[in-house]
């Protein structure tokens, strides 16, 4: 294995780069995407906000978005050999299908997984994906999640933050937990726009995509996911969500002291006591990736609170396309196992790569 920085130059390293959280969608489904952003009944002003530019915008950025998006054959393996990526684990882009009709969601989630398939089939050594389902159709997303694991041999689900406005803590949503934990696949929990009853803050100061919040409602989601008591009732369930741990991982003191305080306070009936501290289950039930977060000391804080077997390396392509950004975490003073184990092998347990 050799790393090739943005110079051109090569080093002799110890281990391979998987990048975990990369993104795909079909060239049809963009186009949906732009159909559904100008329809005029469309109640959902972060999906028109972000899809209804992407998908139309002349820009350099937007251009080289949708076009990688679309490509899972000669253009991302050229972008991945350019920044020495060694493997991607591949997942339909937000918001996937969860912003459609639940018979149609559930048809194109088929699709999208079809042609996923034909790609790693393509470029075994290259590719692994995720199962794209339509959490709107609970009954579709469970066979189509056993599909994905007993006949496309997938190794993860992508879920595309809310559907429909919907957090995934309410009880309809959990047969997919249960198929998931009783398949043993993990499920990343991927950023979505905020739904439309807490979006207008963040438009109005053009903070709703990546820059924040996506951040801020992934890290609601996780959050509730645990406070809901879905790893008490699925205690093998993994998630795995990305972004320095949506900084689930930096507020943690004060979530584990703040949530004991509000049960003794009785102050929420929803609210009950769970088996054990959300720190528990961010370090037990949670993987976390760096995915848009090349920053040591972000990395190195994840690994130290959670562990360094709950952190794995992700480059976020084509949405953030940086080859100093690998460099920057080639580059980190971390312990060479640690390091390994960030970039490869932590990966190849969680997707189960070798098998």
């Given amino acids: 294995m050799v790393n090739k920085d943005a110079t051109g130059r090569t080093a002799p390293r110890g281990y391979k780069r998987i990048a975990t959280e990369e993104a795909f969608a079909p060239a049809s489904l963009l186009k949906r995407y732009l159909e559904h952003a100008h329809s005029p009944g469309l109640d959902d002003p972060g999906f028109r906000s972000l899809w209804g530019f992407y998908a139309a915008s002349p820009s350099a950025r937007a251009r080289f978005i949708m076009e990688g998006l679309a490509d899972l054959g000669e253009k991302r393996i050229r972008d991945m050999d350019a920044a020495g990526i060694d493997h991607q684990v591949i997942a339909l882009t937000a918001p996937g299908v969860q912003c459609f009709e639940p018979a149609l969601a559930t048809s194109l989630a088929i ?3 079809d042609l996923l398939a034909d790609a790693v089939k393509a470029h075994p050594t290259r590719y692994t994906g995720m199962i794209a389902m339509a959490p709107q159709d609970p009954a579709g997303a469970v ?16 879920l595309n933050g809310t559907t429909q406005g ?46 924040y919040g996506f951040g801020v409602d ?76 090349a920053w040591q000391p972000a990395i190195e804080f994840c690994q130290k609170i959670l562990g360094v077997d709950r952190v794995l390396y992700a480059m976020d392509y084509p949405y953030q396309y940086s080859l100093d950004e690998v460099r920057f975490c080639d580059e980190m003073t971390i312990p060479d196992a640690d390091k390994k184990a960030f970039f490869q092998t932590n990966a190849e347990r969680v997707f189960k790569l070798a098998d």
Avoid: C
């Fill in 218 to 293: 992934t890290g609601l989601h996780m959050l509730r996911l645990i406070i809901s008591g879905v790893f008490d009732a699925f205690p093998k369930l993994q998630f795995i969500i990305g972004h320095a741990g949506e900084a689930l991982p930096f507020w943690l003191y004060r979530l584990e002291y703040m949530h004991a305080a509000t049960l003794k306070s009785n102050r929420y009936p929803q609210m009950k006591p769970l088996k054990h501290t959300i720190g528990h289950y961010l370090r037990n039930n949670v993987y976390v990736t760096n995915s848009g977060v």
């Fill in 166 to 211: 919907e957090y995934h803590d309410q009880p309809k949503f959990w047969p997919i937990f249960e198929a998931a934990e009783a398949l043993d696949v993990p499920i990343y929990l991927h950023p979505n726009s905020p739904p439309k009853q807490m979006i207008q803050p963040f438009l109005e100061a053009g903070l709703d995509g990546a820059i």
């Fill in 143 to 158: 066979r189509e999640i056993e599909r994905g694991v007993r006949q496309l041999g997938f190794k993860a689900v992508i």
């Fill in 111 to 113: 699709d999208a997984n």
